[in-house]
């Protein structure tokens, strides 16, 4: 399904707007589960929730509705939320893909200037424009499927210039889509050639100063970094987290994806809003993000493309009450996945997550990944009418069909995007 996003309805002025005669699964942590509501209603004013909960529990002071959606008893569930993507990049890597296809690790690839730094050569030789056209591309699959929020990371620049021009592309998308997009600086993903063995020349030329001028420009909304035996080791990450913490930037981290540095126990003690991939948590890992309230990431699309075998201790997170969000990790190497639809049946499928764990990853604990939690992410008063309506019978459909896009419509900000 393509959706049409120059074309909106609903929800404008300081009128009321009600979507009624629908089911609700609002995922509000108040109530168990999804948080369902049979019989629900929406009312939304001024871009943002006024009441979501049972229709005969609505305020009189909302009835009078300026418009009113009948949902014909279709479900509604929080717009769906992609926290984890690189999706400005210039090329691709299909070659690389048959090179994995013949038996080639990530490690080789990387090692023999594949990899990231094959992304790097194409990203440096596009010009904003380019690099725009190719990510809209992208991002009009995932609004297609009822995305409202997508998180976007630099870090196939490597360069001060090049950074920047990912977090200018990102910030346009917004401007060109309606989209919340937030930006991560993901200068310390990898080193390039120029700083080849020389990771700490390489952070103080490029991540520090880079990370200053993107701050100076509002480009950052986080700072992220690849925390790996290939890219860069806990001592080297520490100093990209001290500069972000003077400039007041939160932080989140690609952790024990490989192997276990201890990405994680330091993601954690910076009260990272998140740590990401974690196929080789250890219980003292899981522990610290535990305590700090951090949001572990799953990412089965780089482990289904990587054709990998150790999956993230999904029941250790959950005995210690990690919230657990999935994403597509959309990049044109290790996940070349536009689907968050497909990326929950995944999460079930390959890492044995419930249908509850799948839609509250791709809702409310992606929303608090990425900082967001009194703003959007669930069904609730005062959050930003940010919902999906679907054409199914029961929740579980948005988890178990595969290559199915059931979206009816999907509102931003109170606005109706008709497909």
């Not at 010009?127 to 992208?138: D, G, M, N, V």
């Not at 600086?185 to 050639?193: D, E, G, K, M, S």
Request: aromatic content about 6%.
């Amino acid at each position: 399904m393509t959706a049409n996003f120059n074309s909106t309805v609903g929800g404008q002025g300081n009128s009321i707007s009600l979507w009624y005669n629908a089911r609700l699964a609002t995922l509000a942590p108040t109530l168990p589960g999804l948080g369902i509501v049979e019989n629900g209603i929406i009312a939304v004013r001024n871009g943002k929730i006024a009441f979501a909960g049972l229709q005969e529990e609505l305020p009189g002071d909302l009835a009078m509705a300026g418009e009113r959606f009948d949902c014909a008893g279709r479900w509604i569930t929080p717009a769906l939320i992609d926290c984890h993507t690189h999706l400005v990049f210039g090329g691709d890597r299909a070659m690389e893909f048959e090179m994995r296809l013949n038996g080639a690790a990530y490690e080789e690839i990387a090692r023999a200037g594949g990899g990231i730094l094959s992304s790097v050569r194409s990203t440096r030789s596009l010009s904003e424009q380019e690099l725009t056209e190719q990510a809209l591309r992208r991002l009009d699959t995932l609004l297609g499927e009822g995305v409202s929020t997508v998180e976007i990371k630099s870090g196939y620049g490597l360069d001060i210039e090049t950074e920047l021009k990912m977090l200018r592309v990102a910030r346009r998308l917004a401007q060109l889509r309606p989209v919340r997009i937030v930006t991560s600086y993901l200068a310390a993903h990898a080193t390039p050639p120029e700083y080849k063995g020389r990771n700490r020349d390489y952070i103080s030329d490029i991540v520090l100063p880079g990370m200053e001028r993107g701050h100076a420009e509002g480009l950052i909304d986080a700072v992220d970094g690849f925390c790996e035996g290939i890219a860069f080791s806990v001592e080297e990450m520490k100093l990209v987290f001290q500069k972000a913490k003077s400039l007041g930037l939160p932080v989140k981290l690609h952790a024990e994806q490989l192997s276990n540095l201890g990405g994680a126990e330091l993601a954690a003690s910076y009260s990272a809003l998140s740590s990401d991939h974690l196929e080789y948590l250890d219980e003292a890992g899981a522990g610290a993000l535990a305590k700090a309230g951090t949001v572990a990431v799953l990412l089965p699309g780089a482990f289904y493309a990587l054709r990998e075998t150790r999956k993230p201790p999904v029941q250790m997170l959950r005995d210690l009450r990690v919230d657990m969000a999935l994403a597509t990790d959309c990049n044109p190497g290790t996940s070349p996945l536009t689907s968050l639809l497909l990326t929950m049946n995944m999460g079930a499928t390959l890492f044995g997550l419930t249908v509850d764990e799948c839609l509250t990853g791709t809702t409310r604990n992606a929303a608090k990944a990425l900082g967001l939690s009194a703003q959007t992410g669930t069904l609730q008063t005062g959050k930003s009418a940010d919902f999906t309506i679907w054409d199914i019978e029961r929740p579980a459909e948005l988890v178990y069909r595969i290559g199915f896009n059931p979206l009816h419509a999907h509102v931003f900000k109170g606005r109706t995007i008709k497909p």
